[in-house]
T-cell receptor
Framework: DTEVTQTPKHLVMGMTNKKSLKCEQH?????MYWYKQKAKKPPELMFV???????INESVPSRFSPECPNSSLLNLHLHALQPEDSALYLC???????????????????FGPGTRLLVL | AQSVAQPEDQVNVAEGNPLTVKCTYS??????LFWYVQYPNRGLQFLLK??????LVKGSYGFEAEFNKSQTSFHLKKPSALVSDSALYFC???????????FGAGTTVTVRA
């Protein structure tokens, strides 16, 4: 089973709201990712967690705040977003069978269905 | 810098005909290459990957890809396309930064009945 689930499927929020996106996987994967995708464009990496620690932050604005409460869950907290933040937000996970650079690069990322976010 | 290029924005084929989606790559180390498909309003689905070994990689839904080191290519192929194969296809390479997956711009495939 290579399922990554994301909730909610759709979200509409105002620029002053605070909301959270949730991602869950039960495959025992120890790497989890947040991506942002605009229509017909490739996903853009936002954050990477490995072994529940933030490994990569791709210079994402502070209005996006990731959290990894445990090895199965990944949240993305949203606050004071702008209309240009409207996009499909994708979560992914990867197995991390080892800690060497080569094994990390070989692992497959499995994506969830995404949350479609509209900021008004 | 590590990168992939998908030279075609759009590929149109008739159902039953062979389908090829092109991808070329540029890496400084060992190439780790992936293909993903995205159906409308869905997330990305993993199709196949090349790590090492056999240059012909078989994946999901009857897709395969051929790794060609001399041409630095990793083209996705399907012998007989289905209308249900109509989707957005992404080639990706693992960046030198370990975790980062660098995607091509994507190719929209339309299979007409």
């Amino acid at each position: 089973d290579t399922e990554v689930t994301q909730t909610p499927k759709h979200l509409v929020m105002g620029m002053t709201n605070k909301k959270s996106l949730k991602c869950e996987q039960h495959m025992g994967h120890r790497a989890m990712y947040w991506y942002k995708q605009k229509a017909k464009k490739p996903p853009e990496l936002m954050f990477v967690y490995s072994y529940e620690k933030l490994s990569i932050n791709e210079s994402v604005p502070s209005r996006f705040s990731p959290e990894c409460p445990n090895s199965s869950l990944l949240n993305l907290h949203l606050h004071a977003l702008q209309p240009e933040d409207s996009a499909l937000y994708l979560c992914a996970s990867g197995a991390l069978t080892g800690r060497t650079s080569e094994t990390v690069r070989q692992e497959t990322q499995y994506f969830g269905p995404g949350t479609r976010l509209l900021v008004l | 810098a590590q990168s992939v290029a998908q030279p075609e924005d759009q590929v149109n084929v008739a159902e039953g005909n062979p389908l090829t989606v092109k991808c070329t790559y540029s890496v400084s180390g060992n190439p780790y290459l992936f293909w993903y498909v995205q159906y409308p309003n869905r997330g990305l689905q993993f199709l196949l990957k090349y790590i090492t070994g056999d240059n012909l990689v078989k994946g999901s839904y009857g897709f395969e890809a051929e790794f060609n080191k001399s041409q630095t290519s990793f083209h996705l192929k399907k012998p007989s396309a289905l209308v249900s194969d109509s989707a957005l296809y992404f080639c990706a390479v693992r960046d030198k930064g370990d975790y980062k997956l660098s995607f091509g711009a994507g190719t929209t495939v339309t299979v007409r009945a």
